[in-house]
């Protein structure tokens, strides 16, 4: 005759199994990255190349000029195809996901024939949502990021960095699960650099999306970053993955601070002896 266990085991050994699984999920990779290959004409810009992305942090890719930080984005975002190897997100291929993405150039980025509003709408009307729900999103993100600027404008009648910020709410409009930002604030001036810096700060502590930012200022990189990955010349390798655990919110204090100091002078002393490579 077969035990009936008891209804409270049962119970407890589905929540014990359900644990140990969110367990297991929060402490995996987010991204896996294995064999990883490209070429452009006669150079190879990776070959074979492994890494791993971890979950819910703020990562910086950072290293010599043409080593291939933007390649890597965007071949983990499929914009560009990788001649070999394998990208996972939790195991899945890339269209079983949500990922949002901020180009380097704005200008380039936003339809200029589309108010701001419908701008950040965008790709919500491309996975089909109905209007109202279009409405609602774009409202509680304006609203969460407390941006006061008007979405019933056109492109060109925004400042740089207003434009940028409605690209960065297009990308998180769609609630992602991984958030791409290609040197999106290299177009920018200083003082609204400083002011998409605290942004992006913001954005990420409020939702605690893994977010890969390509930067070409180490400072930037050091001072956003939970950890900086230095990649070599190509064909790249990742030299070191440098962790960076100051409390956020980051502030002007951060960068006189001794930890801060000492993490951008041991990643400029690693890229310098990459770029002496060349």
Not at 62 to 82: D, E, H, Q, R, V
Request: net charge neutral; glycine share 6%; hydrophobic share 40%.
């Amino acid at each position: 005759m077969a035990r009936v266990q008891p209804a409270e085991t049962v119970n407890l050994a589905g929540d014990l199994a359900g644990a140990v699984h969110d367990m297991s999920r929060r402490t995996a990779p987010h991204v896996t990255i294995r064999g990883l290959s490209k070429r452009f004409s006669d150079a190879t810009i990776y070959d074979n190349f492994d890494f791993d992305i971890p979950r819910g942090k703020l990562i910086s890719v950072f290293g010599p000029n043409g080593c291939g930080k933007s390649t890597l984005i965007n071949m983990i975002a499929g914009l560009f195809p990788p001649d070999a190897g394998e990208i996972l997100f939790d195991g899945q291929p890339l269209s079983r996901i949500k990922f949002g993405y901020v180009f380097q150039n704005y200008r380039e980025a936003m339809f200029p024939w589309l108010r701001a509003f419908d701008n950040i709408a965008y790709p919500l009307k491309v996975m089909g949502l109905p209007k109202a729900e279009r409405i609602r999103r774009v409202e509680k993100i304006v609203a969460n990021l407390n941006v006061k600027i008007d979405l019933k404008l056109y492109p060109y009648q925004m400042s740089g960095g207003q434009q940028q910020l409605v690209s960065i709410m297009r990308a998180l409009v769609v609630e992602p699960e991984i958030l791409f930002l290609d040197e999106p604030f290299s177009a920018l001036d200083y003082e609204m650099t400083l002011f998409m810096r605290e942004q992006l700060q913001r954005i990420f502590v409020d939702t605690a999306t893994t977010t890969v930012l390509v930067s070409h200022d180490l400072e930037e990189a050091v001072y956003l970053s939970d950890r900086i990955l230095l990649l070599s010349r190509h064909p790249a390798r990742a030299v070191e993955f440098v962790p960076y655990d100051a409390p956020r919110p980051r502030t002007l204090k951060t960068l006189s601070e001794p930890e801060f100091i000492s993490t951008k002078a041991h990643c400029l002393d690693i890229f310098q002896r990459e770029v002496r490579k060349g």
